[in-house]
Every structure is written in C-alpha cells, then in structure tokens.
C-alpha cells in the first residue's frame, strides 16, 4: 500500500540507538530528551488563506531531530508491517539537509 502525508504531516522512522553521526560526531546524554529520525515520506505543504501554498522544509532523506515524546507518543503508526511516527513539520526541531 502506497501512502503520501497529506498538508504539512511528514513520515518519520525513527533512527535505532545512533551513538555518532555519520561524521564522528559522540552523541552526550544531553540529548536524552531528543531523538533522530529518518523522513520517509513528506506532504505537499499548506495553503494560507490567500491560496499560496507553504512548501515544505524537510525532504525524503534528510535526518531530523525531534522530541522524544513525539516519537512514543499516539502518532505512531504502522504500514506493511512497519512502524512510522506521522508529525507536523512544526514539530521537528531541527533538520539536517543530505
């Protein structure tokens, strides 16, 4: 089954005990409270009220860092048999473009 995010909503995997970054960088625990994920899927963006629309930041590919609570909160969601987080892009505090 094929899914697109609709709006803003963007489709997250989220990353399993990453412990450096891709270049070498030590993750501390002061990023206990955040968490990487993988986007997998992102949606058109929205319209304002004129009718221009507000084209997303994040792409298929990059990493993003997001709060812990989102990632184990009532946006998880499964397709085929995998486990995905479905958030807003307000809510990704950082990303890093590949």
């Given at each position: 089954m094929k899914m697109k995010p609709m709006g803003d909503?963007?489709?997250?995997?989220?990353?399993?005990?990453?412990?450096t970054t891709k270049s070498g960088i030590i993750l501390t625990s002061g990023?206990?409270?955040?968490?990487?994920a993988?986007?997998?899927?992102?949606?058109?963006g929205i319209f304002t009220q004129?009718?221009?629309?507000?084209?997303?930041?994040?792409?298929?590919g990059d990493?993003?860092?997001?709060?812990s609570?989102?990632?184990k909160g009532d946006n998880q969601i499964?397709?085929?048999?995998?486990?995905?987080?479905?958030v807003r892009e307000a809510e990704i505090s950082m990303v890093s473009n590949n």
């Open positions: 909503q963007i489709l997250l995997k989220k990353q399993e005990g990453q412990e990023t206990a409270n955040y968490e990487y993988d986007v997998v899927a992102v949606g058109p004129t009718g221009d629309r507000i084209k997303m930041t994040c792409r298929v990493v993003v860092l997001c709060h609570r989102l990632l499964t397709l085929d048999g995998k486990s995905y987080i479905l």
